[in-house]
Each structure stands twice: as structure tokens, then as C-alpha cells.
């Protein structure tokens, strides 16, 4: 292997599918809590980029976020539904990358179970503002890295690595597949 992993002792690889990925995608958004929502095709400078909060993690593993009808997300995905999502829980540990499709569509009873107070800074109406969106994000794929044990305890391994010149790191990658 030409590779740091080369290095390392512990196993450091685990794809995850079905439930597991979709308890590894619930808890790293749960800590991001505000992911990049980023669409194939730009209609505005921003490139097809920009942060969104997650309203919603449900038990598929599908994202949901409330949007204006009028924005260029929902213009995006109207024109190309592939969306890539970027996801840094923490500044060490906790990145997560979901490819997947995003459909805009309104529904009352999501618009309501999603709503938070704080959204009227965006939808002057409240949660009857008309303009108001709900967005799915249908995750297909994903890769994620993070720590097995915590920051703590890899911190603790990384010191202790570096003391006696081995490699002792926590950290865990694969392939998400819900």
C-alpha cells in the first residue's frame, strides 16, 4: 500500500448500508446540523452552492429543508434534480458527502411538521407564507470519515502515536449506502 494506511495497525474502513448508514447520516447531520447544497446547473453567481439547514433526518435517511418557491435551488433542481451534500460535524472528525435527488413540492402537513419560529426570518408570512417549499433530498451514495471512539480518545491515540512513532489513529471511512 502506498498510502499513511500503510501504517496502521487498526482497521480503519467500514462501509455502511441500510440502517447503519442511515444511523451514521442522522448523527453526523444532527451535529453539522447546516450542510452545502450543491446543484449540477447554476442559474445565479452563487455557482449552485449554498448552505442549508436541515429541518429533518427521517427513518429512510432522506433530508428534508423548507425553501422559497422563487429560489434558485428550487430553480436548479427543477432543471437537474442530482444534488450533492457536504456535511463537517466537527473540525476533526465527522465529514460526510451524500450524492442523491432532490425533489421541491408543497405539502401543508411537511411545511407544518418542519416549521420552526425562526424561519419567519425568511417567510415573512409565517408557516402559511405561500412561497414556502418542502425540499427532499433522497440520498443514493456517500462517503464519510470520522472517529471510532470520540475526539477525546483520538486524541489521546494521536499523542500517544506520535510518542512512540506509530500509528495510532481512530479514524473510520467507507462508503454510504442507505
Known amino acids: 500500500m502506498d498510502s499513511i494506511n500503510r501504517n496502521q495497525d487498526e482497521e480503519n474502513h467500514a ?5 447503519d448508514a442511515v444511523d ?14 450543491c446543484t449540477k446547473v447554476s442559474v445565479s453567481d ?18 428534508w429543508f423548507l425553501s422559497a418557491s422563487d429560489s434558485h435551488k428550487n430553480q436548479e433542481i427543477a432543471l437537474d434534480p442530482e444534488v450533492t451534500m457536504y456535511f463537517q460535524a466537527s473540525a476533526h472528525a465527522g465529514f460526510l458527502e451524500l450524492k442523491g435527488i432532490a425533489t421541491a413540492y408543497t ?3 411537511m ?6 419560529p425562526i424561519m419567519k426570518t425568511w ?34 491515540k494521536m499523542l500517544i502515536g506520535a510518542a512512540i512513532g506509530k500509528t ?7 462508503k454510504i449506502l442507505p
Open 15 to 19: 462501509d455502511l448500508l441500510g440502517t
Open 24 to 37: 451514521k447520516i442522522k448523527e453526523l447531520v444532527k451535529q453539522a446540523e447546516t450542510g452545502f447544497f
Open 168 to 174: 495510532m489513529d481512530d479514524s473510520i471511512e467507507g
Open 46 to 63: 452563487s455557482e449552485g452552492a449554498r448552505p442549508m439547514s436541515v429541518q429533518k433526518v427521517d427513518d429512510d435517511g432522506n433530508l
Open 123 to 156: 417567510f415573512t408570512e409565517g408557516v402559511d407564507d405561500p412561497r414556502i417549499t418542502v425540499i427532499q433530498f433522497r440520498p443514493t451514495a456517500g462517503y464519510y470519515w470520522d472517529n471510532k471512539h470520540g475526539s477525546a480518545i483520538a486524541g489521546v
Open 111 to 116: 411545511i407544518h411538521d418542519l416549521w420552526n
Open 107 to 109: 405539502s401543508k402537513e
